[in-house]
């Protein structure tokens, strides 16, 4: 009899032979043999193949899929999410020139330098 | 201008990953990329390495541009399958020069708000490409890295596409 643990990992290393791209997405809980899949992928195909994928393994007793489509995020938020990231750069900046006061300066442009030839 | 990605070509490029695996994917489109657009590639490299688990990154960046070529590769409703100009579709092939012209535009206006500007110009015209774009970066420690990298690829492909369509005139 193979252990809860033992089958967890063997449903994640099948999972990731199933969906290479979007395994890290499903989590795998196993409770006495029985595999429960969690998590949000984007596509249907993914949460039917990974069901489908857990379900082949001769170990799990019964697969029960909770795994649910992700919403789309609206514009609004993803706008916010990227000012939001502009604001903790420049406070991790800020506390940065406070802690060594005679450091460079300014953070790198990094999309400057990307662009830059 | 850029071909607009809709939901079925997200999911058709989604299922190639996961069907042959990001690593193989991302060679054939990094191969793609050194051939018709060197520049890209260097700037995606770049990113990918700056902000952090570069071979993570390159599927991100790979999955965008791919996005952009199938959509590209689609044939429209109606159009013969043959004799068709969509066939040879590629996308615009970014110039040194144009990247150039983005360097000034980021000095002029700064990171922020060229990230700002571009991000609306995502939002407006390629909504689909700006979803997988903050799908993927919400999943990276540097959200705000990784989204910058991808408006860069953006701004360079959406300038060379307008300078081309000017120059034909």
């Not at chain 1, 890290?24 to 029985?34: E, K, Q, S, T």
């Not at chain 1, 990227?82 to 802690?99: G, H």
């Not at chain 2, 299922?15 to 990001?22: I, Y």
């Not at chain 2, 520049?39 to 999955?63: F, H, N, Q, S, T």
């Amino acid at each position: 009899m193979r252990s809860d643990a033992d089958i967890k990992r063997e449903a994640e290393a099948q999972l990731k032979r199933a969906l290479p791209l979007s395994h890290a997405l499903i989590g795998v809980r196993v409770d006495n043999g029985a595999a429960t899949l969690e998590g949000a992928v984007q596509w249907s195909y993914q949460r039917v193949r990974a069901q489908s994928a857990v379900a082949r393994l001769s170990c799990v007793v019964g697969v029960s899929s909770q795994i649910t489509l992700s919403p789309k995020a609206p514009p609004h938020e993803i706008r916010a999410a990227v000012e939001s990231a502009f604001r903790r750069r420049d406070a991790l900046d800020s506390a940065r020139s406070v802690q060594t006061p005679y450091s460079a300066g300014n953070r790198k442009d990094n999309v400057r330098s990307w662009a830059q030839r | 201008m850029l071909p607009r990605v809709d939901e079925v070509t997200c999911e058709q490029v989604a299922r190639e990953f996961d069907d042959r695996g990001p690593g193989v994917c991302v060679a054939r489109i990094s191969g793609e990329m050194q051939r018709s657009n060197p520049e890209i590639l260097d700037m995606a490299l770049r990113c990918a390495r700056d902000v952090g688990k570069p071979e993570e990154v390159m599927v991100g960046m790979c999955m965008f541009y791919s996005l952009l070529l199938t959509q590209g590769l689609r044939l429209p409703k109606g159009t013969p399958a043959t004799g068709s100009g969509s066939l040879q579709f590629s996308l615009p092939h970014v110039r040194a020069h144009t990247r150039d012209v983005i360097v000034v535009q980021i000095e002029r206006d700064g990171s922020e708000i060229f990230t700002q500007q571009w991000l609306s110009s995502l939002e407006l015209d390629n909504p689909q490409l700006l979803q997988m774009a903050h799908l993927f970066a919400s999943r990276h420690a540097d959200y705000l890295g990784i989204m910058q990298g991808f408006v860069l690829l953006y701004a360079c492909l959406e300038s060379e596409a307008r300078a081309e369509q000017s120059r034909l005139h």
